[in-house]
């Protein structure tokens, strides 16, 4: 387990900044200092009457609140405190968070044995509006020696809860703890502990370790985990920040220890408090061993329904066992459960659990039932722990149907059973999905395959019409459909049992669209049909007439281009098309031909033929297709043809729009064909429905560029050269990469242009010289036979601090032994110019240049005369061509000129 440092406070409000905590923070410290002030002078006044110097008290202890109404909340504060101490609080100062305090009056003191005193603080506060609230007590002081916090006897006891009033959801009660925070261990026996947090609203509870803290609130200094505290060392805790068990394996070292617990509340993801529970461990020697529980697995049960188990300890020593148990379903209001406790018998014990839920325990998480026995060793009594988590849920909602009606169908339902659900969702599926919710499992699960298409917030919505959002559903599907129950914390029921039903078959259902020849003048296609077989004879007594409409692809409107008499005929054959250029939508319709009585009855959904496109690259064709149908086509055939035989194989079948073809010749002709299949979901229509896309060829080529080499650069300075060095593709991810292109840009920002190209492949080096400066940007790309051309290489820039700068000497001897006679700059590059003057000592000017070179020969501008030996001085402007551009840069020194005359 990670020791958390940071204080709770902080953990909040983590993005603040350390002003904007203090700001936070500053009606708190503003009390707080007054209200230690105020103890500090009880506790003296304490010393001084009674003679004592360790009147400290302060063992463990934690806030929790219950929303009262409106914005007022009562909060309860529980403390354990040493007993025999003077610093006794019959009040305990709370600050409330809002910049007020009060002090609560105890409402139960309970002495227990070992010198612990119980202590029960409650009081009311009504909070002036919406926001967060850390309601806090500090007192002084921890009890003397407590083993992990330094000088303990020194540090205030500091306790906190986040209080949160928001518009966004319900008022909030803060989860209650029903196990104690202060227990016993024994050493080298598994030490186990569990706050026993049960939320009143049903909240998402998490648990995780933090800093005691004392003064302030601040965490305290030098405070570790019991398991860093000498012969402990080597220890493990952990704590489970779902259960909230928290385990010590193997404590080593008697004495006293405090932890922090932090109990954080989630709803819909979002935290909406928390409680902080700083709790005592008193490890000391023995050599019992802990009592065991039989365990008990977690259940579920519908609402409505009993749950019951047997609980079961025993004790290896025979001990005299005590058997107690709490948690949310013993201490709720309504139909709690019942456990018959305390159970007390020497060496096992058992009791029975037995709870009646009702519709009103349903909600999303579960609720735990803690368990605890305890044996009556000398001198620890051992523990055993045992959680058992109970899932209530919502029972399925009864009576669901669908009926169709016209292109709709009319979905109807009882109410739930449970009057508190606030609500349905309904699902939707094309086919019988068979499934059965598992054990414990609610709501309608993906996989199932189940979409949901409405969700209704009133209880009393029985009724629905499925319209498909308007669009009408289709002939031919077999529409199924699922509800539930939906309650207010999120949780739902489990899901009603699956109905299913087709539309009437009073409309003609389209089955094919099939490219029967492939021509842009002479193409043709197949288009098939199932005649209506539930035609209401009153209504439409016939004779009857097919028209068939097509549209070109499928943006193009439907026009009526044939009819067909009667029923039984359900197929057409539509030629003299381009079925080269594009796929063909087409739509049945059906006429009501009697005599005086001639009306259209309605039309089947459209459907769209298959078109293959195809996509040639380097030895391979990738092959896409498009089509729309009412149907669902579930797999496709990919054809090619045989050369030889001039016939179309079957080379894939694949679920997917899309398939490529590799290994392939590159300037060779290929041919392709797709064969659809699918069906409709109602199981008395014929499948599978075989559908032929147009036949489509193309010639794979090498458009493909070979990967893009790797740069480096290395520069000589001497000889002023950059030397680009980049890697061979073809030893990687290429095989035809044939020649280079190297680039360049002399600044930045400037675009980069060519400025050499290298063969062979395995020419991978090149020097650039002769630039003006050697700043610069390098790319390199690979060509490959065909000319295609990679991406750039990576882009590696130089810039002039690559080699040593523009320097100048500090003395030159101008007496013409051709040594050394001319001031010169040391070796120089990338300088564009320079703007350097040269002054006597009383600074009057001698020479001056714009030449980098320079070459003072030491003579007077003015004069014309060598000038006398001495110390000259010089300010020197160097225009330097950088990476980023042009840049100048200032030089200044003296100069030693010696001629020796």
């Not at 409650?122 to 002036?128: E, L, R, S």
């Not at 609203?201 to 648990?207: N, P, Q, V, W």
């Not at 007496?815 to 001319?822: A, E, F, I, P, T």
């Amino acid at each position: 387990m990670t020791l958390q440092t940071k204080g709770i406070c902080d953990q909040g409000h983590d993005n603040k900044s350390p002003g904007s905590e203090l700001l936070f923070r500053l009606p708190y410290i503003l009390i707080t200092f007054v209200s230690v002030m105020r103890k500090l002078l009880l506790v003296l006044v304490l010393l001084l009457s009674s003679g004592l110097v360790l009147a400290t008290h302060q063992r463990a202890g934690e806030i929790t609140y219950r929303h009262i109404g409106g914005l007022t909340y009562e909060v309860t504060i529980l403390t354990f405190t040493f007993a025999p101490s003077p610093a006794d609080r019959p009040k305990l100062e709370i600050l409330w968070g809002d910049g007020t305090s009060s002090e609560l009056p105890r409402t139960i003191k309970e002495d227990l044995p070992n010198d612990i005193r119980r202590n029960v603080y409650v009081g009311q506060h009504t909070y002036p509006g919406l926001g967060e609230y850390l309601i806090s007590v500090e007192d002084p002081n921890r009890n003397y020696g407590i083993l992990n916090i330094p000088n303990s006897v020194n540090i205030p006891f500091f306790i906190e809860s986040l209080l949160v009033i928001s518009p966004f959801f319900t008022p909030n009660n803060s989860p209650i703890l029903l196990l104690e925070p202060i227990d016993y261990g024994c050493t080298f026996i598994p030490y186990i502990h569990n706050p026993g947090a049960y939320d009143l609203d049903g909240d998402s509870l998490s648990y995780r370790l933090v800093t005691c803290r004392g003064a302030g609130g601040f965490d305290i200094p030098g405070y570790t985990l019991p398991n860093t505290v000498g012969s402990n060392v080597g220890s493990i805790i952990s704590l489970n920040a779902f259960t909230g068990d928290f385990l010590w394996d193997s404590p080593k070292m008697q004495g006293e220890y405090n932890i922090a617990i932090l109990i954080e509340e989630w709803r819909n993801g979002l935290r909406i408090g928390y409680v902080t529970r700083d709790m005592q461990i008193i490890v000391q020697g023995c050599s019992n061993l802990p009592p065991e529980f039989v365990p008990v697995p977690d259940t579920c049960v519908v609402a409505g329904g009993v749950v019951d188990f047997d609980v079961t300890a025993s004790d290896p020593n025979g001990n005299v066992l005590t058997l107690t148990g709490t948690g949310g379903p013993v201490v709720i209001t309504e139909s709690p459960a019942v456990f018959q406790q305390p159970v007390v018998g020497p060496g096992s014990v058992s009791s029975h659990f037995h709870w009646q839920t009702v519709c009103n325990h349903v909600r999303l998480n579960p609720y735990q039932v803690y368990f605890k026995v305890q044996d009556n060793s000398f001198p620890v009594n051992l523990i055993d722990l045992m959680t058992v988590n109970i899932s209530v849920i919502g029972p399925p909602v009864p009576g669901l149907t669908a009926v169709p009606a016209g292109n709709n169908m009319l979905i109807s339902w009882n109410r739930s059973p449970c009057g508190n659900a606030t609500g349905y969702a309904l699902y939707r599926r094309n086919g019988f999905a068979g499934w059965v919710p598992g054990y414990c499992e609610t709501g309608v699960p993906a996989y199932t395959g189940y979409q949901r298409i409405q969700t209704f917030e009133n209880l009393t919505d029985t009724t629905f019409t499925d319209d498909n959002k308007g669009s009408g559903l289709i002939h031919g599907q077999d529409y199924c459909y699922i509800i539930i129950a939906l309650y207010p914390d999120g949780a739902q029921s489990i899901a009603s049992e699956e109905v299913c039903a087709t539309l009437v078959r009073d409309l003609p259902i389209i089955t094919h669209n099939s490219i029967r020849n492939t021509d842009a003048v002479n193409g043709s296609v197949f288009v098939g049909w199932v005649k209506p077989t539930e035609l209401d004879s009153t209504q439409t007594p016939g004779p009857f007439k097919y028209f068939i409409y097509r549209a070109i692809q499928t943006s193009g409107p439907l026009t009526l281009i044939d009819s067909l008499d009667g029923l039984n005929d359900t197929s057409y054959v539509d030629t003299l098309l381009n079925t080269v250029a594009g796929g063909f939508t087409y739509s049945i319709g059906l006429l009501n031909n009697t005599p005086g009585m001639r009306f259209l009855v309605g039309y089947s959904q459209a459907a769209t033929s298959v078109f293959l496109r195809l996509q040639p690259t380097d030895e391979k064709i990738i092959l896409s297709w498009d089509f729309s149908v009412p149907w669902e086509n579930d797999s496709f055939v990919v054809y090619r043809r045989n050369p030889l035989t001039l016939f179309f194989d079957s080379i894939a079948i694949t679920h997917l729009r899309t398939y490529q073809d590799t290994g392939l010749k590159n300037g060779e002709t290929y041919c392709y064909m797709i064969k659809s299949r699918g069906a409709y979901s109602d199981p008395e229509l014929p499948a599978p429905l075989l559908n032929f896309s147009q036949q489509a060829c193309a010639v794979p080529l090498d458009n493909v560029a070979p990967c893009p080499p790797v740069l480096a650069i290395t520069v000589e300075c001497e000889q002023l050269t950059n030397i680009l060095r980049w890697t061979n593709p073809n030893r990687s991810c290429a095989d035809d990469a044939a020649l280079y292109n190297i680039y360049y840009a002399s600044q930045q920002q400037a675009d980069f242009s060519l400025i050499a190209t290298r063969s062979p492949a395995t020419d991978t080096v090149y020097l650039h010289q002769g630039m003006a400066s050697i700043a610069g940007c390098y790319a390199v790309t690979a060509v490959d036979s065909t000319g295609n051309e990679s991406l750039f290489s990576n882009i590696v820039c130089i810039d002039i601090d690559s080699c040593p700068a523009y320097q100048l000497p500090n003395v030159f001897t101008p007496n013409n032994d051709g040594k050394n006679d001319y001031f010169r700059p040391f070796p120089w590059h990338s300088v564009e110019r320079i703007d350097i003057s040269i002054y006597n000592r009383w600074g009057v000017l001698v020479f001056e240049t714009t030449e980098p070179y320079i070459n003072w020969d030491g003579k007077d501008k003015n004069t014309g005369q060598l000038c006398a030996d001495g110390v000259y001085f010089y300010a020197c402007d160097v225009y330097e061509l950088r990476l980023k551009g042009l840049s100048s840069r200032k030089l200044s020194g003296v100069i030693h000129l010696i001629s020796g005359q």
